[in-house]
């Protein structure tokens, strides 16, 4: 009885408490981006994970690592960066795919999964729009998780310079020319950027592909995202002896032109970020609408779709 | 003013008719229980009453087209489809704090009130706990939201009879009011015969039965006919006639009570009596309170 009697006399300030919290329109936004960072664990401890063992890794070759740089003194420069450089590569590459890998396993499960374990009668009995839903749901792989995983890349590549400077300055070695080399913070500004433009945006389509399958198959979302492309693309070539339909994929796949394949390397990294032409390039619109298509359409259907 | 008002409400799946065009009106601070047997139509009217799902005809719903505004009208309306919706993975503090994050009608001082009264830890995940206690915990959340319309669907499925009891119990003396309305649907109907203030029987996609329970008390009489009597009785044109126990039972509609009482005993029929008489008149012998 003494518990109810408290429970009812706090009614008055959580009411006030709760009226200004949930006003604002944003809240229900970004209450479902938390939801899905609970939901989806593997978001957040994958990418840690990955680096973690990576790092491990690194540790354990550091020796190597520093005989290596031993043995490039006197080298031409182009190739005395290229050895210090590759680990470096090799971290920000881990975190792409890591970055890709769950981003495809999170957007072909986010509308699938609340169907099949029926929670979205949940979700659905509270005031959440099915669109401000499905928006939070996209902006995971194509925005927040391209960013965390960037976060991931700075945080081990800081930890691996100041290691390797570390073991180098202990045996002598100059530690400057490594921090000179790899530029740190340019190293980080382009990977930023091409995380978030070809791996974010320029990839959205593909990403919104698999939400509007995950909100529509009844089975096996993985399929019903992969056959069809793949059916279409084999049946144009049987019908017309044409391959435009894997020539676009192919193009979406291999990444916007303008900003990915950096050829004449040693120049001022700065000047390869071209924003400004990844942005006039009509592919990444024609991506965009495509996005914003699948992702009204995967709105839609979660307003028809019922629990499996 | 109404809270649910429905005109030639049709629903089909495919060639499937769920819904033939109902009528309903449900009056603000009534308990209605809705009650019908499987695939009668039941749980397709209440979605569309919950905006799940589309329809045919007119529905209004505190004032809005649930079909359209369900977001919205989610602020006033709270629905409980069953004990096996909460996700599996939440854990009860972070259902508290999304609930406290996206509703702005949740009390969460009181929420975390009745769940003092549960062995329910906040740091338990929903899958750790058992049935009765997921139902104990989204019942403690249903209630402490300041909701006009409360719809539940078989809210105790599946949970054993001492949940049962305390769950309507809990919902009739810790939320009701005159100024909230529930709609409720189940099978184990004698469990709720004194908690609700309105009944509706559905029946392929029709209502069969519309009363106010006072009506109900009045209008149907359920005669314990004395062995002698029988012939008379049955001239009264009872709506169902069964035997128990070497006696027969017959339940009538719109007899008066002491007209019947020379005949035997009478009683109100339970709603499960009156639910098979009108129902099941086929096999309405095989079938006691259900």
């Given at each position: 009885?003494?518990?109810q009697?408290?429970?009812?006399?706090?009614t008055?300030?959580?009411?006030?408490?709760?009226?200004?919290?949930?006003?604002?329109?944003m809240?229900?936004?970004?209450?479902?981006l938390?939801?899905?960072c609970?939901?989806?664990?593997?978001?957040y401890?994958?990418?840690?994970?990955?680096?973690?063992?990576?790092l491990?890794?690194?540790?354990?070759?550091?020796?190597h690592?520093?005989?290596?740089?031993?043995?490039?003194?006197g080298?031409?420069?182009?190739?005395?960066?290229?050895?210090?450089?590759?680990?470096?590569?090799?971290?920000?590459?881990l975190?792409?795919?890591?970055g890709?890998?769950?981003?495809?396993?999170y957007a072909?499960?986010?509308?699938?999964?609340?169907?099949?374990d029926?929670?979205?009668?949940?979700?659905?009995?509270l005031?959440?729009?099915?669109?401000?839903?499905?928006?939070?749901?996209?902006?995971?792989p194509?925005?927040?998780?391209?960013?965390?995983?960037?976060?991931?890349?700075?945080?081990?590549?800081?930890?691996?310079?100041?290691?390797?400077?570390?073991?180098?300055?202990?045996?002598?070695?100059?530690?400057?020319?490594l921090?000179?080399?790899?530029?740190?913070?340019?190293?980080w500004?382009?990977?930023?950027?091409?995380?978030?433009?070809?791996?974010?945006?320029?990839?959205?389509?593909?990403?919104a592909?698999m939400?509007?399958?995950?909100?529509w198959?009844r089975?096996?979302?993985?399929?019903?995202?992969?056959?069809?492309?793949?059916?279409?693309?084999a049946?144009?070539?049987l019908?017309?002896?044409?391959?435009y339909?894997?020539?676009?994929?192919?193009?979406?796949?291999?990444?916007n032109?303008?900003?990915?394949?950096?050829?004449d390397?040693p120049?001022?990294?700065?000047?390869?970020?071209?924003?400004?032409?990844?942005?006039l390039?009509?592919?990444?619109?024609?991506g965009?609408?495509?996005?914003?298509?699948?992702?009204?359409?995967?709105?839609?259907?979660?307003?028809?779709?019922?629990?499996? | 003013?109404?809270?649910?008002?429905?005109?030639?409400?049709?629903k089909a799946?495919?060639?499937?008719?769920?819904?033939?065009?109902?009528?309903?009106r449900?009056?603000e601070?009534?308990i209605?229980?809705?009650?019908?047997?499987?695939g009668?139509?039941?749980?397709t009217?209440?979605?569309?009453?919950?905006?799940?799902?589309?329809?045919e005809?007119?529905?209004?719903?505190?004032?809005r087209?649930?079909w359209?505004?369900?977001?919205?009208l989610?602020?006033?309306?709270c629905?409980?489809?069953?004990?096996?919706?909460?996700?599996?993975?939440?854990?009860v503090?972070?259902?508290?704090?999304?609930?406290t994050?996206?509703?702005?009608?949740?009390?969460?001082?009181?929420?975390?009130?009745?769940?003092?009264?549960?062995?329910?830890?906040?740091?338990s995940?929903v899958?750790?706990?058992?049935?009765?206690m997921?139902?104990?915990l989204?019942?403690?959340?249903?209630?402490s939201?300041?909701?006009r319309?409360?719809?539940?669907?078989?809210?105790?499925?599946?949970?054993?009879?001492?949940?049962?009891?305390?769950?309507?119990?809990?919902?009739?003396?810790?939320?009701?009011?005159?100024?909230?309305t529930?709609?409720?649907?189940?099978?184990?109907?004698?469990e709720?015969?004194?908690v609700l203030?309105?009944?509706?029987?559905i029946?392929?996609g029709?209502?069969?039965?519309?009363?106010?329970?006072?009506d109900?008390?009045?209008?149907?009489?359920e005669?314990?006919?004395?062995?002698?009597?029988?012939?008379?009785?049955?001239?009264?044109?009872?709506?169902q006639e069964?035997?128990?126990?070497g006696?027969?039972i017959?339940?009538?509609?719109?007899?008066?009570?002491?007209q019947?009482?020379s005949?035997?005993?009478?009683?109100t029929?339970?709603?499960?009596?009156?639910?098979?008489?009108?129902?099941?008149?086929?096999?309405?012998?095989?079938r006691?309170?259900?």
């Open positions: 009885m003494n518990s009697t408290n429970a009812m006399s706090g008055s300030v959580g009411e006030q408490a709760g009226a200004t919290v949930a006003g604002s329109p809240q229900p936004f970004l209450w479902s938390r939801r899905e609970w939901e989806y664990r593997s978001l401890i994958a990418p840690l994970g990955a680096a973690g063992v990576f491990l890794g690194f540790i354990v070759t550091i020796g690592q520093v005989t290596r740089m031993r043995g490039i003194v080298m031409d420069a182009m190739h005395q960066r290229n050895t210090m450089v590759t680990p470096y590569d090799m971290a920000s590459g975190m792409m795919a890591v890709m890998i769950v981003g495809v396993y072909l499960d986010a509308l699938y999964g609340e169907r099949r029926r929670s979205i009668l949940f979700w659905k009995s005031p959440v729009s099915d669109l401000t839903t499905v928006l939070a749901k996209a902006s995971i194509i925005i927040f998780l391209q960013l965390f995983c960037w976060a991931v890349a700075v945080v081990l590549q800081l930890l691996m310079l100041v290691i390797q400077s570390v073991v180098m300055a202990g045996s002598g070695e100059h530690v400057s020319m921090w000179a080399q790899l530029s740190p913070i340019q190293m500004i382009m990977l930023l950027n091409h995380l978030i433009t070809v791996h974010g945006l320029w990839y959205a389509p593909f990403y592909w939400l509007l399958v995950s909100s198959a089975r096996a979302p993985f399929l019903w995202a992969a056959l069809p492309v793949l059916a279409v693309g049946l144009e070539k019908v017309f002896n044409t391959s339909f894997f020539g676009i994929l192919g193009y979406r796949l291999g990444g032109p303008a900003v990915v394949f950096v050829k390397w120049v001022n990294p700065m000047t390869q970020l071209m924003i400004g032409h990844f942005f390039n009509p592919g990444l619109w024609t965009l609408i495509f996005t914003a298509l699948c992702i009204v359409g995967a709105a839609r259907l979660r307003r028809y779709r019922a629990p499996l | 003013m109404a809270c649910i008002e429905a005109r030639g409400l049709r799946f495919g060639a499937q008719v769920a819904l033939d065009g109902i009528d309903l449900v009056e601070g009534r209605l229980g809705l009650i019908g047997p499987n009668a139509g039941k749980t009217a209440l979605n569309a009453i919950l905006g799940l799902i589309s329809y005809g007119q529905l209004n719903v505190l004032g087209d649930p359209s505004e369900r977001d919205v989610m602020r006033d309306v629905f409980m489809a069953d004990v096996a919706v909460m996700p599996r993975w939440i854990r503090s972070q259902a508290l704090e999304y609930m994050g996206v509703h702005p009608r949740f009390n969460r001082a009181k929420a975390e009130g009745f769940l003092a009264k549960t062995d329910i830890r906040h740091t995940r899958r750790e706990l058992s049935k009765g997921v139902a104990q989204h019942l403690a959340l249903v209630m939201l300041d909701v319309l409360l719809v539940l669907d078989e809210p105790t499925l599946g949970l054993d009879i001492l949940y049962r009891k305390q769950f309507y119990d809990s919902l009739l003396n810790d939320y009701f009011d005159q100024s909230r529930i709609v409720v649907t189940t099978h184990q109907v004698d709720i015969q004194d203030t309105d009944l509706m029987f029946n392929r029709r209502i069969v039965l519309n009363t106010s329970m006072e109900f008390e009045t209008r149907y009489t005669l314990k006919v004395a062995p002698e009597q029988v012939e008379m009785a049955r001239a009264l044109k009872p709506i069964r035997q128990s126990l006696r027969t017959m339940v009538f509609a719109g007899v008066e009570r002491k019947l009482a005949l035997g005993e009478v009683r029929p339970s709603i499960a009596d009156l639910f098979v008489a009108m129902m099941g008149n086929t096999n309405g012998r095989a006691g309170a259900a």
